[in-house]
């Protein structure tokens, strides 16, 4: 079993910035690649970001390109999610997710975090 835990959220005004952290107990073949979903009141959860095992691939979702970086540091099995000119449709619980290969279905990852909740005032 993999245990996920994520950290970093908070209250932040727009424009401003957040980093969220995501720290997996340990790397399985099934934790290889990590990603961040977000879901918002009354939405679907939505995919945010993904990297591979050795970050040389990364998606992002259409609505955060240019503004989200998805990164990793496998010496302490810890992936990050900077989010920089954050705006109130950020708003949400943002949840990471490992899994075997790098994907945009929640349906593909395994293992999940209790969610951290980002807000941002207007």
Not at 89 to 109: K, L
Request: one cysteine or more.
């Amino acid at each position: 079993q993999v245990q996920v835990v994520d950290s970093g959220g908070g209250l932040v005004q727009a424009g401003g910035s957040l980093r969220l952290s995501c720290a997996a107990s340990r790397r399985t073949s099934t934790s290889v690649a990590m990603a961040w979903f977000r879901l918002a009141p009354g939405k679907e959860p939505e995919f945010v970001a993904a990297i591979s095992l050795s970050g040389g691939s990364t998606r992002y979702a259409d609505s955060v390109k240019g503004r989200f970086t998805i990164s990793r540091d496998n010496a302490k099995n810890t992936v990050y999610l900077q989010m920089n000119s954050l705006n109130p449709e950020d708003t949400a619980v943002y949840h990471c997710a490992a899994g075997p290969v790098v994907a945009t279905e929640p349906n593909e990852y395994y293992y999940w975090g209790q969610g951290t909740q980002v807000t941002i005032s207007s």
